[in-house]
């Protein structure tokens, strides 16, 4: 089976860090992507990470544990258009580029 | 980055009826397109892998004869939802990849389908 468990939802304040945690039991594993999504809209890509250890891109980063099952997504700086909900999601390995998500981290970013 | 199309972006229709969704790749080829849909409050629950040339693989629970899926080109794939009802009312959501290599690390989303069926 597949199961992966992110925070229902978190707050914090603007100009804060903040960090959502995802963990992930999947068969098979070919990668792992963090997207942003606003209500009633599209996701759209955040990070990518396959192997294990830290990528940054501008005020996101995103960690991958490989071993742990493990990912988090760090948003530093933050501004009060973050608040969205994050969507982890697992690439199974094989064909067709299948992602399986997560039920989303609904974060609320308070002046 | 790439751009990927839904049509109509929102669609209300009666109990019974059948809706037509449309997804484009715009500037490139995709010989693979995913099918999602979201309730509210949720995540993205695949449906089905539509692939152009082919017939398009479901997930479990999902009813092939319901969600009807066309890959008419390498540019267009349509998901049909067949007698719809209330419980259908959702956000459809498509994907596309945009290489046909498993190793391709980014996948692009249409806007999304609003459908409300009354």
């Known amino acids: 089976g597949q199961n992966i468990d992110q925070p229902t939802e978190m707050t914090a304040t603007e100009g804060a860090i903040v960090q959502i945690n995802c963990t992930y039991q999947?068969?098979?594993?070919?990668?792992l992507f963090w997207y942003q999504q606003h209500a009633g809209e599209a996701p759209t890509f955040l990070s990518y990470?396959?192997?294990?250890g830290l990528e940054e891109k501008g005020r996101f980063s995103s960690f991958l544990s490989r071993s742990k099952g493990y990912s988090y997504l760090l948003l530093k700086e933050l501004q009060m258009k973050d608040s969205a909900s994050y969507l982890c999601?697992?690439?199974?390995?094989?064909?067709?580029?299948?992602?399986?998500f997560g039920a989303g981290t609904r974060l609320a970013v308070h002046p | 980055g790439a751009v990927v199309s839904q049509h109509p972006s929102w669609v209300i229709c009666k109990s019974g009826t059948s809706v037509k969704i449309e997804c484009r790749s715009l500037?490139?080829?995709?010989?693979?397109m995913f099918w999602y849909r979201q309730f509210p409050k949720q995540s993205l629950m695949l449906m089905a892998t539509?692939?152009?040339?082919?017939?398009?693989?479901?997930e479990q629970g999902v009813e092939k004869d319901k969600f009807l899926i066309n890959h008419a080109s390498l540019t267009l794939s349509t998901l049909t939802v067949t007698s719809a009802h209330p419980e259908d009312s959702s956000f459809y959501i498509c994907?596309?990849?945009?290489?046909?290599?498993?190793?391709?690390?980014?996948?692009?989303f249409g806007p999304g389908t609003r459908l409300t069926v009354l």
């Open positions: 994907s596309a990849p945009t290489s046909g290599r498993i190793s391709y690390n980014e996948q692009f």
């Open positions: 999947t068969s098979g594993f070919n990668g």
């Open positions: 990470n396959v192997l294990d």
């Open positions: 999601a697992v690439r199974r390995g094989g064909g067709y580029n299948k992602l399986i």
């Open positions: 500037d490139f080829q995709a010989t693979t």
């Open positions: 539509s692939n152009e040339g082919s017939k398009a693989t479901y």
